[in-house]
């Protein structure tokens, strides 16, 4: 596998966290394989990710704040060899574009779970739970 791409919906909170994470991952293990992120929706296109993702990571000694939100694009279906849903309506929305080398993040250590979606949580408390989640699954994807 050379490359990967993590789709959440608005990639602003949680893909982001997956690329910061596969990234660094990569780079330590001596990996060449290129990873991106995008979200299946637009409202989010250009900014960075949310300040709460931001923290998480750099806590992690991940930076993510350099990451611009993009939308998912049917092109990118053939140009990644794997496709990543955060969770289940994400795996549904990119099914429904035609997507089928597609994954759920949970699938990988945590029975299909999905990555549950912080938009709308209040305050900061939750992001850690999604940041352990998301790097225990990448691990486990990346080891494999
Ligand atoms: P994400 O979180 O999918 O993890 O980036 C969200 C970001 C934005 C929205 C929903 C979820 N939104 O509705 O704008």
Known sequence: MNSIL??????ICRSPIAEGVARKLIEEGGHSITVDSAGTGSWHVGETPCQHSVTVARNHSVDISTLRARQVKKADFTAFDLIVALDQS?????????CQNLVKLGDYGH???DV????????FEGF???YTMIESCVKELLSR
């Open 90 to 98: 994400n795996y549904r929305d990119l099914k429904a574009l035609g």
């Open 6 to 11: 993590f789709v959440c919906l608005g990639n």
């Open 111 to 113: 029975n299909g779970a």
């Open 128 to 130: 850690e739970h999604v």
């Open 116 to 123: 549950p979606d912080p938009y709308f949580f209040e305050g």
